[in-house]
T-cell receptor, first 111, second 116 residues
Framework: QKEVEQNSGPLSVPEGAIASLNCTYS??????FFWYRQYSGKSPELIMF????GDKEDGRFTAQLNKASQYVSLLIRDSQPSDSATYLC???????????FGRGTSLIVHP | NAGVTQTPKFRILKIGQSMTLQCTQD?????MYWYRQDPGMGLKLIYY???????DKGEVPNGYNVSRSTTEDFPLRLELAAPSQTSVYFC???????????????FGPGTRLTVL
């Protein structure tokens, strides 16, 4: 059974700090990795995807993938109160059209 | 483009009643999905479709049915509603590049359903 694990949090960081969100997965055949942000009462929206080992940067967001250790992380630099949300990790294997979602990590950025 | 639209936004059902949750996308996406999200939980896949006329079960299909007669529409039918079906339901769509692809899922605003 494919599993995607995330610490439910909440993760609390001060404004301007770096927030680090982690996700581990069980299926070594996983190939595509996604980070979605979900504000309270809203639907998820894609922040980034990554499929190669290493780092991928987009503005204040950096996704890091380590397939050997089976984890993917999301770093948010210069965190803002508007970043307060739940962050969902999703993983897709090479043999599937459908991603598996983790439970999400709640992030709180306090002024 | 309106993206993915869902109706209704909220609904209260009595145990044993039935209803259909509507989902429409205008992005010509081939893939469509139905998820449910319970408080503090991630997204659980109910059903998905890879194209008109083709549907398949997800992780939690019991108590639900779907159909896909057009590319745009993917309604979810609840038969004999039970309190365990109280949840937020999200419809999503994507254009799939194939197995293991990096296609983005676009989500509708959700339907909040309560079964009493």
């Amino acid at each position: 059974q494919k599993e995607v694990e995330q610490n439910s949090g909440p993760l609390s960081v001060p404004e301007g700090a770096i927030a680090s969100l982690n996700c581990t997965y069980s299926d070594r055949g996983s190939q595509s990795f996604f980070w979605y942000r979900q504000y309270s009462g809203k639907s998820p929206e894609l922040i980034m995807f990554i499929y190669s080992n290493g780092d991928k940067e987009d503005g204040r967001f950096t996704a890091q993938l380590n397939k050997a250790s089976q984890y993917v992380s999301l770093l948010i630099r210069d965190s803002q109160p508007s970043d307060s949300a739940t962050y969902l990790c999703a993983v897709r294997t090479g043999g599937s059209y459908i991603p598996t979602f983790g439970r999400g990590t709640s992030l709180i950025v306090h002024p | 483009n309106a993206g993915v639209t869902q109706t209704p936004k909220f609904r209260i059902l009595k145990i044993g009643q039935s209803m259909t949750l509507q989902c429409t996308q205008d992005m010509n996406h081939n893939y469509m999905y139905w998820y449910r999200q319970d408080p503090g939980m991630g997204l659980k896949l109910i059903y998905y479709s890879v194209g008109a006329g083709i549907t398949d079960k997800g992780e939690v299909p019991n108590g639900y049915n779907v159909s896909r007669s057009t590319t745009e529409d993917f309604p979810l039918r609840l038969e004999l509603a039970a309190p365990s079906q109280t949840s937020v339901y999200f419809c999503a769509s994507s254009y799939s590049e194939g197995l293991g692809g990096t296609d983005t899922q676009y989500f509708g605003p959700g339907t909040r359903l309560t079964v009493l």
